[in-house]
């Protein structure tokens, strides 16, 4: 059974950092690239990075990009997202997604995390 | 949102109903990975509808999904009171954003 296991989430405040962790077990972790989801409750869900199964590759929102990093360790079959210089923007529930075609970055998110809130206020 | 969706839309038990997502020329009319996820409250999206048309194991048949130039579609046919719930769309772009989705639609069954 897949499972994908976030923490890390916490209240901050704005200029504060925060690094997610998703822990992954079910599957072939370094098969699959493996993305960051996040949704502000009662909209939608808003993609904001995804990494290649081997970490070589990696792709941002242009809301985000420059102030967070996703990075995986393929031994420890776990995802990371580093996210400084928080924004009250980036408020929501944080959630990790397995991508599902074998060796592909592009393609469907077919497992997602339970979901993990990150609230940034003064 | 990138991917546009009505904000709602409800049928009787029984009845079909199909929920439109229009998107560009840059997203679900360039890419056949177009899928659609059903949320209930306070519970994380789970993928219904992959590739524009396929189930995913344990998916109900019920589901299906179909796209046309820049427009794709989840029909959920014999509706039942255990459908209600909030849908998404979702596609793989050229655009800034790897990833967009639609605003959601919430399904009510009556």
């Known amino acids: 059974e897949v499972q994908l296991v976030e923490s890390g989430g916490d209240s901050v405040l704005p200029g504060e950092s925060l690094r997610l962790s998703c822990a992954a077990s079910g599957f072939i972790f370094s098969d699959y690239a493996m993305s960051w989801v996040r949704q502000v409750p009662g909209k939608g869900p808003e993609w904001v990075s995804t990494i290649s199964d081997n970490g070589y590759d990696s792709f941002f929102s242009d809301s985000v990009k420059g102030r967070f990093t996703i990075s995986r360790d393929n031994s420890k079959d776990t995802l990371y997202l580093q996210m400084n210089n928080l924004r009250a923007e980036d408020a929501a529930i944080y959630y990790c997604?397995?991508?599902?075609?074998?060796?592909?970055?592009?393609?469907?998110?077919?497992?997602w995390g339970q979901g993990n809130l990150v609230t940034v206020s003064s | 949102s990138a991917l546009t969706q009505p904000a709602s839309v409800s049928g009787s038990p029984g009845q079909s109903i199909t929920i439109p997502c229009t998107g560009t020329s840059n997203d679900i009319g360039n890419y056949n990975y177009v899928s659609w996820y059903q949320q209930r409250p306070g519970k994380a999206p789970q993928l219904i509808i992959f590739d524009v048309s396929s189930r995913p194991s344990g998916i109900s048949h019920r589901f299906s999904g179909s796209k046309s130039d820049n427009t794709a579609s989840l029909t959920i046919s014999g509706l039942q009171i255990e459908d209600e719930a909030d849908y998404y769309c979702?596609?793989?772009?050229?655009?800034?954003?790897?990833?967009?989705f639609g605003g959601g639609t919430q399904l009510t069954v009556v």
């Open positions: 997604a397995k991508v599902n075609h074998r060796g592909a970055v592009a393609g469907n998110f077919d497992f």
């Open positions: 979702s596609s793989y772009s050229r655009g800034n954003s790897v990833w967009v």
